[in-house]
């Protein structure tokens, strides 16, 4: 079947704009997770979903960064303000719910340069 | 606070070397995992090793989560240029809400 897919691929913006980046999670995964990966660093969680609720978003940096799931299928990450230093790679990741360790599956993450 | 450590950071060897990549912590773990990232796409999963003292084998891969739960490796024998990649340990506690933690990873290419 299908594996994560997020869009866009790329996304190159002006310090200041509003920017938004989707993830489509395998097929009836309920858990999903953000993470944000800088050049030379290993993914640092952000947000992570059980259905449609955010179950923790301790890793979101500030509030100009906010999450949606509204129907536990695809969810939105949204950025405020972008500011250069929010440039990175975003990564979503799904899994099945239930046993705490069992394999996330990621996408290809998109590219977000802010200038 | 890095609070996975791997090291080396980089590593550059020849086809048919053996290599081993360690992944360090202050912190017990209840469970850590491998990841092998390449360039462009989401980390991939390798293993998931849970009780302490624990060698799993995949092909050519061995993996050890130490005594303590505060340490992996990752050891590869007669590597191929097809492991070049990026190595990614991530750590997690407890049940319910997982939250793995990730090191930086270790960078390496296999020159043929």
């Known amino acids: 079947g299908a594996g994560v897919s997020q869009t866009p691929s790329n996304k190159v913006t002006e310090k200041g704009k509003y920017v938004e980046l989707r993830c489509d999670p395998i097929?009836?995964?309920?858990?999903l997770y953000w993470y944000r990966q800088s050049l030379g660093q290993g993914p640092e969680f952000l947000i992570y979903?059980?259905?449609?609720?955010?179950?923790?978003d301790s890793g979101l940096p500030n509030d100009r960064f906010f999450a949606v799931r509204p129907e536990g299928s695809v969810s939105t990450l949204k950025i405020q303000r972008t500011e250069r230093g929010d440039s990175a790679v975003y990564l979503c990741?799904?899994?099945?719910?239930?046993?705490?360790?069992?394999?996330?599956?990621f996408g290809p993450g998109t590219r977000l340069t802010v200038l | 606070t890095q609070l996975l450590e791997q090291s080396p950071q980089f590593l550059s060897i020849q086809e048919g070397e053996n290599l081993t990549v360690y992944c360090n912590s202050s912190?017990?773990?209840?469970?850590l995992q491998w990841y092998r990232q390449e360039p462009g796409e989401g980390p991939v999963l390798l293993v998931t090793?849970?009780?302490?003292?624990e060698v799993k084998k995949l092909k050519r891969l061995t993996f050890q989560f130490g005594d303590a739960r505060k340490d992996s490796s990752l050891h590869i024998t007669a590597a191929q240029t097809g492991d070049t990649g990026l190595y990614l340990c991530?750590?997690?506690?407890?049940?319910?809400?997982?939250?793995?933690?990730f090191g930086r990873g270790t960078s390496l290419i296999v020159h043929p």
């Open positions: 990741a799904s899994k099945l719910a239930g046993h705490s360790y069992n394999e996330q599956f």
């Open positions: 097929s009836g995964h309920t858990a």
């Open positions: 979903f059980q259905g449609t609720g955010a179950a923790d």
């Open positions: 912190s017990v773990f209840s469970s």
């Open positions: 090793v849970v009780t302490g003292g």
């Open positions: 991530a750590g997690g506690r407890g049940r319910g809400s997982y939250i793995p933690t």
